[in-house]
């Protein structure tokens, strides 16, 4: 693993000698960016002891509440640890002045191991597996998500932003709209722009499903923890350009009942010593090590779909006829299913895990990919045989599309104790039960309308 010098920001303060501050942060289990604005004396020190958060930033739920059951709060009295910087992510913020700058960083115990709660930890444990037997995994991130008006509905409800060109606001669903790009144009080219000051690979972008809908594809990197790190800056961009628009952009899964939901889709190939692709072949069916990926990514679905979906809003994807996987599957090319092997030339063989919500953690879901890969080769597990057709009308083992029922496979998954660590399986189901607990204690308004004048 690479780390991060002083001369980093050396280098940055000669290209960018107007900066006088830097928002120095890190993603919770949400992905909430929690951290601080530091002066540059300050954030020298990160470079050296570094900044002190206390651990309990790793058992907030998503309202910022710290879920005590995790021992991570009064138990250890809010202890604090040291953050260090991430390699690649001092970058200027162009939506900002040009005094602030941005670096992201990763919590360690004050001796200096890994903290067992950063999600950044829980994927190198995995990548560990992988480089000492001298294969590298080579992923790339694709992520959708909404621009939405800052005025809501009368009823409190996201809505589409009126259109830049035409000034309408659009309800209808168009796939791959080249009108909508126009119309969207000079939005995505300053999240383009921004991108590329950040050192951001965001390769393509396209219309999706929705009224100001899109994906973004990043670019395939031999560097999985640097992957994971710029997709979530990428979405810092989006959200940040998009405010400096006039709107909103968000990565809810489903804010709308009747339109398309957005995931976060993620693909991978594994690499030898020799820099071969493992993959590679001309008949899918005839690879052993493909197969046997495909056998532990199957089989570990159901458990880890606590990690893809970690919020109630996070099931409203899963609907039948809707390019969101209903069971534990996998085909050549089919996009219903949850693990799809794209079109490619035989020396790009790659993966496809189409399971994730874009709520979810991309170290996380990185993570558990690849560590069902890992597991499928290491243990010579064979798949089921691929599905064809309509998706939805294939049979095969259901995917828990409830939100309890999710946490509680999760929590006793054996795989995730072992690919993950015990300790990171408890916190992390802890967290989310804990959400689960106070969601489910709330009255909504639909449930009165619907119920107390009938009952």
Same mark, same amino acid.
Request: glycine letters at 8%; one cysteine or more; hydrophobic letters at 40%.
């Given at each position: 693993m690479i780390n991060s010098t002083p001369q980093e920001l050396a280098h940055f303060l000669v290209k960018y000698p107007k900066t006088r501050f830097i928002d120095v942060f890190l993603n919770d289990l949400n992905t909430v960016e929690r951290g601080k604005r530091l002066d540059l004396a300050s954030a020298a020190a990160v470079y050296g002891p570094g900044m002190l958060l206390p651990g309990s930033m790793f058992a907030l739920d998503v309202l910022g509440g710290t879920v005590q059951a995790t021992g991570l709060g009064f138990d250890e009295g809010d202890a604090d640890r040291p953050c260090r910087p991430l390699p690649y992510s001092l970058v200027p913020v162009p939506w900002l002045n040009d005094d602030v700058a941005q670096l992201q960083v990763s919590m360690y115990e004050p001796d200096g191991r890994p903290f067992f709660a950063d999600p950044r930890h829980v994927l190198v444990k995995v990548l560990d597996r992988f480089h000492r037997l001298n294969l590298t995994p080579v992923i790339a991130l694709e992520y959708e998500f909404y621009f939405i008006d800052r005025e809501r509905t009368a009823q409190g409800m996201p809505q589409p932003p009126p259109l830049p060109l035409t000034g309408r606001r659009e309800y209808r669903t168009q796939i791959n709209s080249m009108t909508d790009l126009n119309e969207f144009s000079a939005v995505l080219a300053q999240i383009d722009a921004v991108c590329r000051q950040q050192n951001i690979p965001a390769t393509t972008a396209l219309a999706e499903y929705g009224p100001g809908?899109?994906?973004?594809?990043?670019?395939?990197?031999?560097?999985?923890?640097?992957?994971?790190? &710029?997709? $979530?800056?990428?979405? !810092?961009?989006?959200?940040?350009?998009?405010?400096?628009?006039? #709107?909103?952009?968000?990565? @809810?899964?489903? /804010?709308?009942?009747?339109?398309?939901?957005?995931?976060?889709?993620?693909?991978?190939?594994?690499?030898?010593?020799?820099?071969?692709?493992?993959? &590679?072949?001309?008949?899918?069916?005839?690879?052993?090590?493909? !197969?046997?990926?495909?056998?532990?990514?199957? *089989?570990?679905?159901? +458990?880890?779909?606590? @990690?893809?979906?970690?919020? =109630?809003?996070? %099931?409203?994807?899963?609907?039948?006829?809707?390019?969101? =996987?209903?069971?534990?599957?996998?085909?050549?090319?089919? !996009?219903?299913?949850?693990?799809?092997?794209?079109?490619?030339?035989?020396?790009?063989?790659?993966?496809?895990?189409?399971?994730?919500?874009?709520?979810?953690? /991309?170290?996380?879901?990185?993570? #558990?990919?690849?560590?069902?890969?890992?597991?499928?080769?290491?243990?010579?597990?064979?798949? /089921?045989?691929?599905?064809?057709?309509? *998706?939805?009308?294939?049979?095969?083992?259901? $995917?828990?599309?409830? #939100?309890?029922?999710?946490? &509680?496979?999760?929590? *006793?998954?054996? %795989?995730?104790?072992?690919?993950?660590?015990?300790?990171?399986?408890?916190?992390?189901?802890?967290?989310?039960?804990? +959400?689960?607990? +106070?969601?489910?204690?709330?009255?909504?308004?639909? +449930?009165? &309308? #619907?119920?107390?004048?009938?009952?």
């Open positions: 809908q899109f994906e973004v594809n990043l670019a395939h990197q031999a560097d999985a923890l640097r992957a994971c790190d &710029e997709a $979530l800056r990428f979405k !810092r961009v989006v959200r940040s350009v998009a405010r400096a628009q006039g #709107w909103d952009a968000t990565f @809810l899964p489903k /804010p709308y009942r009747d339109m398309a939901g957005s995931g976060l889709h993620v693909h991978a190939s594994i690499l030898d010593a020799a820099g071969r692709n493992i993959f &590679e072949c001309d008949d899918n069916l005839q690879n052993l090590e493909l !197969r046997h990926a495909l056998g532990g990514l199957v *089989a570990t679905l159901s +458990e880890g779909m606590a @990690l893809c979906a970690p919020g =109630p809003n996070s %099931f409203r994807r899963f609907q039948s006829q809707s390019y969101v =996987p209903m069971i534990a599957s996998w085909s050549v090319n089919n !996009r219903g299913s949850a693990i799809r092997i794209p079109v490619s030339d035989a020396k790009n063989r790659r993966i496809e895990h189409r399971l994730a919500g874009a709520d979810a953690n /991309p170290y996380l879901v990185a993570a #558990w990919m690849l560590a069902g890969i890992y597991h499928g080769i290491s243990h010579s597990l064979t798949p /089921p045989p691929p599905i064809s057709g309509n *998706a939805y009308e294939m049979q095969g083992p259901a $995917l828990p599309t409830h #939100w309890a029922t999710a946490i &509680e496979k999760f929590s *006793a998954s054996e %795989f995730g104790g072992v690919y993950l660590g015990k300790p990171f399986q408890n916190l992390y189901s802890t967290v989310k039960q804990s +959400e689960l607990n +106070e969601f489910n204690s709330y009255v909504t308004p639909l +449930e009165i &309308e #619907w119920y107390m004048g009938a009952i």
